[in-house]
């Protein structure tokens, strides 16, 4: 398992998300579903482009709400392990010899 720094969750980031919480507003819409947001609720910093295309570099720059914010990047996760799958290979019989289409590839 990585560290949170590996994950691109370390100290800036860890800064960047504080000065949101900081700077939020009460009543402010989530940027994912539009609903109100306010302290009391969960709120995580969220990325405008989503750090699994992106990658960890970039800071958050928005407040959503902790369940829009899981659910979306859990979404993207599973559709993105789906478009990794393996296709599967389909083998050709030439004379005898068993050889891979490279069109399934």
């Not at 507003?25 to 994912?32: F, L, S």
């Not at 709400?65 to 030439?94: D, F, K, T």
Request: proline share 6%; glycine share 10%.
């Amino acid at each position: 398992m990585a560290t949170t720094t590996e994950r691109g969750l370390g100290w800036a980031h860890q800064q960047a998300a504080a000065q949101l919480h900081r700077d939020h507003v009460d009543g402010t819409p989530c940027a994912r579903c539009g609903r109100p947001m306010y302290r009391w609720q969960k709120l995580d910093a969220g990325h405008s482009r989503d750090r699994a295309l992106v990658g960890p570099g970039e800071p958050p720059d928005r407040l959503e709400h902790a369940r829009c914010n899981r659910v979306a990047g859990a979404r993207l996760g599973n559709r993105l392990r789906r478009s990794r799958q393996a296709r599967p290979v389909r083998r050709v019989h030439v004379r005898g010899v068993v050889a891979v289409d490279a069109r399934a590839l």
